[in-house]
């Protein structure tokens, strides 16, 4: 199978990170910010491999963080959202919301 052939997939900890950052899509966050942001929903040893997952699949983009003269260590790797990995959140939420709806309509029905 090609890859474009394949279904996009987003986890759970995939859409958090698209969340997060959607949540303000002009700003640009590193890996630590997001698990911060998370409120213990993602971790310091998972958001790393996610990430790196997500930019293989082309949700998000980085970049290295220009290195600043008053800060020490390897400059930071930002990320962004791309347009395709904000199609592939706008459509997993529509997913959700049919689900929870349909759930409900059985729910309701007996």
């Known amino acids: 199978m090609k890859s474009e052939d394949r279904v996009p997939s987003l986890s759970g900890k995939e859409a958090l990170v698209l969340e997060l950052l959607l949540e303000n899509p002009s700003r640009e966050m590193y890996g630590l910010e997001m698990v911060a942001s998370s409120r213990d929903r993602l971790k310091r040893g998972t958001v790393y491999v996610t990430l790196d997952r997500m930019e293989d699949k082309g949700y998000v983009q980085s970049r290295q ?46």
């Open 65 to 110: 963080e220009e290195p600043r003269p008053d800060a020490s260590g390897i400059p930071r790797r930002l990320y962004r959202v791309t347009g395709y990995g904000r199609k592939i959140f706008d459509i997993w939420q529509m997913a959700r919301e049919v689900v929870r709806l349909r759930t409900a309509e059985v729910g309701g029905a007996s």
